[in-house]
């Protein structure tokens, strides 16, 4: 159902050449910090394995049944939650399906730690997943409408790659409740996920002040709440710089409509947008199938080949997630500085190569458990800039009316390519004992992300520095070329 009223508006202008303000951290608070969430449940999954499978937890559940299955059910259920969220996320708004999301990721952690069996357990592992599916779909879309555009590249590549900070908080947690001399073998595991509750619902309490994205309003026929919201955010920052805002350049007119069909987005997507589709596809397969090489079987490596404590392998996959979160740091800005092309394709095939190396040096026996730890931080430091360039890729390059439902739709194609098959493909190979099989997971991992950045260095869209709208105008646009002028750079 569409309304009769075409209006014009410079709101995407307006915000694209606003400062960087302390709203725009609360944004980044309230929304960004999920990530850390993810990582600190996929982390803590894998750290306990072998602990839910001793006498006494109390899961009958084996350490391969947390690692395959619960893995594989977490990210199933994680593609579930970005396609069913992703289109209600288009339809109703962004605010009030990240709001919903998070409650059902709350809720399904909690059960998780009331875990008494292994279908219990398998359930809301599934739930779990479920509800962090929709923030990813939820969660893209707001934060790249409501992040100026000269700062968007840099802003989503650190807040994607924040993944890594919860990595490490799991680990280190995982560490502490794993002692016996401490926790029970039947009460640890189970705090560790009651941590996960506790820091979700301070994000909660944050992200009540983050608003309703200013574009999604605007096309759904709230053209007045968009333009008051936007006036008000500029009150704010106005009175936090001490100085007028520069002019914004540009206007949009688009023709107002409630909703969007299906049919309408899938020919958006794959018809009129064939090779983005395909790029969005080839990023999220290739860094899906390398994580999974890596990090489902980085604890069966150190055990198996070096003889690592199961109590100890915390510690050496911190490090691996230290330099997970340190590639979006220190490369993030160069996406707009370098430009999209350049880094998306470099950094996926740096990744890509190094990892062949990692595989060739481990087949000679020349890397013991500190420098096979090493090799992999070097690889993942690229490794993790590139993935977390996935997400920022496609929530960009497709019109606004579609974001969340393409974000949810790469999202859970990639992620089941690499996420459902890697868990139950890899922890069979690198917890063989067989050196091949590990070489050969590694070497799977490492072909696919070259493949990717070929991709990238063929079919990447420039958009460093432009606007959404300039990007990829929207379905709901009167005039055929609704560009808007680019937004003079931002004053910190």
Known sequence: MTTARTISTSVPARLDRLPWSRWHWTVVIGLGTVWILDGLEVTVVGNIAGRLAEKGSGLPISSGGVTGMAAALYVAGACSGALFFGRLTDKFGRKKLFMVTLAVYLAATALTAASFSSWWFFTFRFLTGFGIGGEYAAINSAIDELIPAVYRGRVDLIINGSFWLGAIGGSLLSILMLDTAIFSRGVGWRLTFGMGVILGLVILLVRRQVPESPRWLFIHGRGEEAEELVDSIEQRITAEKGAPLPPAAGRITIRQRESIGFRVIARTLFKDYTRRAILGLALFVGQAFLYNAITFGFGAILTKFFGVSTSHTGYYFAVIAAGNFLGPLFLGKLFDTVGRRIMISSTYLLAGVLLF???????????????????????????????????????????????????????????????????????????????????????????????AGLTAALLAVRAEGRSLEDIAAPLSSVAPDPLLAPAPAPTE
């Not at 070097?378 to 974001?403: C, D, H």
């Not at 790469?410 to 089941?416: L, P, S």
């Not at 868990?423 to 070489?439: A, E, K, N, R, Y």
């Open 357 to 451: 190396a990692t595989a060739y040096l481990f087949s000679t026996g020349s890397l013991n458990a500190t420098t096979l730890t090493a090799c992999w931080s070097v690889v993942l430091f690229f490794a993790s800039a590139g993935a977390s360039s996935a997400y920022l890729t496609v929530s960009e390059i497709f019109p606004m009316e579609t974001r969340a439902m393409a974000i949810a739709f790469f999202y859970a194609v990639g992620t089941a390519a690499g996420g459902i098959s890697g868990p139950l493909l890899f922890s069979q190979l690198t917890s063989s004992g067989v050196i091949g099989d590990t070489v050969l997971a590694f070497d799977i991992g490492a072909t696919l992300m070259c493949l």
